[in-house]
């Protein structure tokens, strides 16, 4: 066995790798085309069912809508009309099988209608004729038979341009009223006028990238109804986006502009784009005579100025009202706009526009809240967003999708990064502190404005809040000048009536009680005025009354009492059995995306015809070049400012409570700096029950003391008998309220 050495084999591989390498170079082997995706046989007799309805998928789509296409285009119609009989003829492009309208109705019905030369049948349907045609492009003629030549003939509504001959004359200017009829006779279009177009164009360069023109043509057209084509509208270099057009009209595959014109003033408008960076643009031949520019500056993205052209007034040339604000230049043919540099991006950007409403939801222990935030506005100088302590950031989302948390400053607090100049971010948080100081911002970042709701759980309530502009209603809101008046009114006439002591009691008994609901208050004051005026009236039957007015407002106070304090009761102990009442909030306002219906599929390819945005020209094709050059750079990340790792681990947050029990509005009325707080002050759940009981023992000890005998003359014996008598009231309103609960 022969044994080469280590060299020999290697020099050896490289000569057979080198003549493979000829062999193929002068053979060269055609690339294999790829197979579609095998279908299994289990379904492959499932296709057709699968793509049934879905043919329109192969025709010409908006630009920015695919759901949207145009299946069917017709050409010029050509109709000769004699006394007993009629004949026409019109070719039709079309992308799918459809339903063709022909000319006539129930009265006029098109008879031996022939596609390319073969009959077809014509089916009535919405009581209008048509005819099935394939996809291709096909020329589709038929005739018809009457007894006396009609008035008018209806037409297909696509059609855009008429040749009308009646008995041998052709028809100058064909009438077709706005229901979509032709006349035929017995109406005069008035005088033959001379085929003439008036065309002035006017553009708009929107200084962004890419650079994009908007050219606006106004065309005023005389004559007979004819197609137009316009040469040399779009700029060099220049890639269709969007044609909107009244006409029927649509863009050749060497730019050309083709409209199915008739007589009348028409506006044209044709947006394109640049696919580089422009420091100057041509005007060309100009075509149509001078044309006037408008340039729209985007200052943020660079600041130059403009040279090559005279400017002049916006409101002398007669460009769109909206571009008046926009400085304006005359272009003559071969003028060449220029635009010099001065600045690229914006050195000194506006401030920040940030608002933020935050909702919190106080822990049911009271030690700690869960807040979030929704930040709305644009960002034009700081790009990233880090919460200030205490607050614990859990969760970030933008536009909707999740963020990964990251460490921000030598501090390391945790933030999130941002590349998106309009923002809508939602933040969940926690903070984990008794705070009796909230942060109204909470991030190091200030807002133009701030909102907030404030959740409470069962058995919370809120005595009083400090440092918001429009104050939540606390406790404290709640005291108006006339509820001070009426306490302290019925606290000096208690004091009055029977002693300072029972002044005091009533001063503190009333001001715990007058703002919890279903409390006794102007009841007070009927059974004070009931007393008063027995002390003093004379025997008779005023007095009679007076004692009688002064029962039934005892009768009504311990009506109003007895509920009262069995709810207070009942609601100290068990703070989920309250009855809240629902605050009114502020409207929200719905969201500006709102959906529209639909158009029926025969009105969507109706107003393509009027609004042709279907490109299947040259725009197409540079817009699928353009799509093919930029996709290798969108793997790259080129065009992704910020790409988050799809392995990185996002963080879930606390979770958000879904409970709601007492809510308050808090607004702040200007902007909020990031180190600006608020205070709140808190009832927790045990105090509530201490007061719950003490209101019901005051509210016992002053009922028992008003409706006792009110001869107090300050002798033993009768003080003796009134504390027998409260002592009797409090224990069996006592015993009532407990076994009620």
Known sequence: MTV?????????????AGCCYLLCAAHPVPAAVLPPVDIPPELSRWKPWVLYGMEEKRCPVRFNDADISACRWPSRLDLTIEENTGRFEQQWLVFRDVWATLPGSPDSYPEDVEIDGKREPVLMRS?????????????????FSWKEMPETLAIPPETGIVTLAVKGHVVEQPVIDTSGKLWIQKRD???????????RVFRLLKDTIPMTVTQHIRMDISGQAREIRLKDVLLKDAVPLQLTSVLPARIGLNGEVMIQARPGSWILEIETRFEHPMDGISAGACAYGEEIWSFESRNQLRMVTVSGAPAIDPGQTGVPSAWKEFPAYRIKPETVLRFELLR????DPAPDQLRI????????????????DRITGTLSRQWFLVMNPPGILGKVAVDGADQLITSHGAEGKAGVELRQGRLVLDADSRID???????AAGWDHGFQSASGVLNLPPGWKLFAAAGVNTAPVSWVERWSLLDFFLVLVTAMAVARLKSAAWGALSLIALTLIYHEPGAPRSVWLSLLAATALIRVLPEGWIKKAAALWRAGSIVVLVIIAVPFSIQEIRTGLFPQLENIAVHPQPPVRPSQNVLSSAPEPEQQQEGLLQKSDAFHTAAAGKAKEYQGRIKPAQSQGQFQPLVQDPQALIQTGPGLPSWKWRTFTLKWNGPVDKDQSFSLWLIPPGVNLLLAFIRVLLLAVLTAGLCANSSFDGHW??????????????LLLLATMGLWA
């Open 4 to 16: 080469f050495s280590r060299p020999f084999q290697i020099g050896f591989l490289f000569l057979i």
């Open 433 to 439: 502190a008794p705070l009796r100081r909230i942060p």
């Open 357 to 372: 409403a935050r909702t919190w939801w106080l822990d049911f222990d009271g030690k700690g809240f869960t807040q979030k």
């Open 189 to 199: 279009s008035g005088p033959a006028r001379e085929n003439r177009e008036d065309i």
């Open 344 to 347: 690229r991006g914006d050195g």
């Open 127 to 143: 009581q209008v004729p048509t005819v099935r045609v394939s996809r291709g492009e096909h020329r589709i003629g038929g005739s």
């Open 717 to 730: 014996r009768n003080w003796i008998r009134a504390r027998q008598s409260v002592l009797a009231v409090s």
